[in-house]
């Protein structure tokens, strides 16, 4: 099965049963499989006329109580930046899938990119944390996709698959848990309360959603707002909801952050890569090892949040790390943050894969 | 570990992704090994070009690319001229016998199968890529005869005997097949 | 009546048939004296208690602007959201639970400058949704620019030497798009507008209801209105009923003696989108 399909496959397995979207290269056939699929099971597959529409879409509807995705690639990811912030504010659970493909703009539809990878984390206005995976594999495209349900169920958040068009294009095989096997979290929402409850409780990192048409009569604003859901212009609300908007993510890094080892613990050099790079890393570090090198993979599962202290940890052991992307240095930057190391940047062109040689080159030289 | 990479390319309509679809599922889902398979097409859906690329092994695939094909099937003039140089000495090409010239190319084992002329006699054009698929599995062992027919049969349940047929006359072709 | 219980950390008193429908402790409200918002609230809550659905189901949607400023102050689930996209975010909640009553209250800008696409095409699909566009000719809350409906020749912040672009007639493009209804009142017409939400309430589809409505800091200030009375004035005595007007012939250029022409235009049924999608539903499913 295809990494799109996975995608979509994994999307219903963790109970989605909104869809909306807008096609496009190369995201169209998790659209094209949901539309299918969707009605089978009682949803609703929803295609709207933009990608702007698609993300208010599923925030409505999210907010109508259902499990909810969109998925597109970067042209469409860009339009959907304000809304994200919508999602933000408004503490939203919803699942945006984002196939790179090659950019700045139209760029190269059909062939493979990396380089929204700070575009997720930034590319909505004012101040936010997000949550975003990097699956590579088809395997990866159904689990993650799971795990991002979970995760925007419980953190009442946008969270992101940043997958790629390797990944979503290609065919491997798919093992789908019977349903008892798959762990999906299920939305705390409100019970119907007196006139003390709060909607946007900021003392909980965590509360409960009130959801349309269960009498709570809510006001979600887009606005700066306090806990009880009205908007307001005060500094101490500003900062309150700040804080328990950046905090809900912050304080809880070590349920959220997700890396793998290959033989770092006694590596020299260390490649960090993330997504279909990775496993072009894989393979040039394996060679390595067969060469004698000392040199390791550490892979970055979730992006963002930046998985600081495992980085952090990376760096103070090796002499060197290689971060490998196909874009001119995106998560690059953040790993020279966290290390004192040498760091060498292997910056790839979108349109095809990192080859292993480039890598391997990279890997002899240090 | 033993990784093997197969490059497959000829002309949109002969097949070439369905044949690639049918190696994985052989080799991933009878045969329990890994395999990946990465595709590309030119924009037009009949008469363009066509690949599929696939890449096997015993064990968990890393890289997922075909970057030296092992064994190449080449169903159009341009999927030989455009991918022999990337293959190595030992590699396996395999050529459509009506469509293929290899005459410039000395120093590779070429296999020339009429699979199109074929697939003309069993009455079906469109099983040229079976024909194909029965002449690579005896030549090149990349997934067990059994496993591939179970693939076959999986996929196309309604033309089980048409395709057995073009995959025996495929197999039987192969040297390796020779009595 | 639960009602009582549901407002946020205030006594309020249930004796006011109207206090329960408002979020007291928002107010006052922000809207300038003569502003024709206050007019549309009080109409709109008046449609929503006498209406025949419940309370909680009644969802109100907005964008961003001076009336999507409107449902925060409604004491029902409300959603405002970002400027233009009042429009998709309704459908998906509506969509995603068809049992609600899912109005829309934004301004003309919201919904036919940033928004126009998406308000055509929800009309398209016919959404089942409440459209109220509050029309005051011009970008209110960011002092009063110039929009797809401002006339031509009109005065505003950005049109110093007189419009010259040609301005949208609102109930002409949604009726050609396919709205199953639509309708135009202005302010002054309470009676009229309170009839038509609940009549919107009771539409199967997309209703659609322009509501003229007077500006005066900016708008009206800039184009002979001297105050928000002025412009009822000139309601009261250029306003024209005509349900059967020919739509193509009802632009508007807030000019005396040109009429403002009003009436419930377009009154149909068709198939809603939810109808047709459950239909869909069942045809997967078996």
Redesign the interface.
Known sequence: MAGNYACAEGAIAAGCR?Y?GYPITPSSEIAEHMS?RL??V?G?Y?Q???E???I???????????K?MTATSGPGFSLMM??I??GVITETPCVVVDVQRGGPSTGLPTLVGQADMMQVRWGSHGDYEVIAFAPNS?QEMFDLTVKAFNMAEKFRTPVFVMADQ?IA?????LVIPPPEDIEVVQRKKAM?Q?????PFDFSQDFPPM?I????????????THDE?G??SAKHDVSERMLEHLIGKIRNNLETIVQVEHYLTDDAKVVVIAYG?TS??A??AV?EARRAGMKVGLLRLITPWPFPVREVERIGAKAKAVVVPEINYGQIEHPVREHVDCRVIGIHHAAGS?V??DKIYAALEKL | MIRREIRLQGLGGQGIITAGHLIGEAVSLHDRKEAVMTEDYSPYITGGWSRADIVISDEKIDYPLVSRPDILVAMSQDGFDDNWEATAPDSTVIVEAGLVNTNAVKDRKIFAVPALSIAEELGKKVVANIVVLGFLTATSRVASREAMEAAIVTRYPKAAELNRQAFDRGYALSPKEAP | MTEVELVHGVEISVKHPRDELLRADRLPHIWCPGCGLGIVTKCLVEAIRRSDVPLDRHVVVSGIGCTSRLPGYLNLDTYHTTHGRAIPFATGLKIANPDLEVTVVAGDGDLFNIGGNHLIHAIRRNVDLNVFCVNNFNYGMTGGQFGATTPIGARTATTPYGNFEAPFNLPYIVAAAGAPFVARWTTLHVRQLLRVMRRAFQIQGLAFVEIISPCPPTFGELNNFEDGYAMMEYFRNYSRVDDHAELSTIGLSMKPPDPVVVGNFVDTRKPTYHELERELIERARN
């Open positions: 909104f909306a299918r009605p089978q009682g609703h929803v709207m006329e933009d702007i529409g698609s208010a879409a599923i925030l409505g509807a999210s907010n109508a109580g259902m909810v304000e809304n912030g919508l088809v390797i294009h290609m065919t491997d095989r119907k007196g006139p003390s409850f709060l009130a349309a048409g269960e009498g709570h009569h809510v006001n979600v604003d887009s606005l009880r009205y908007p279909s496993r072009s894989l393979h394996k894969l080859p292993p």
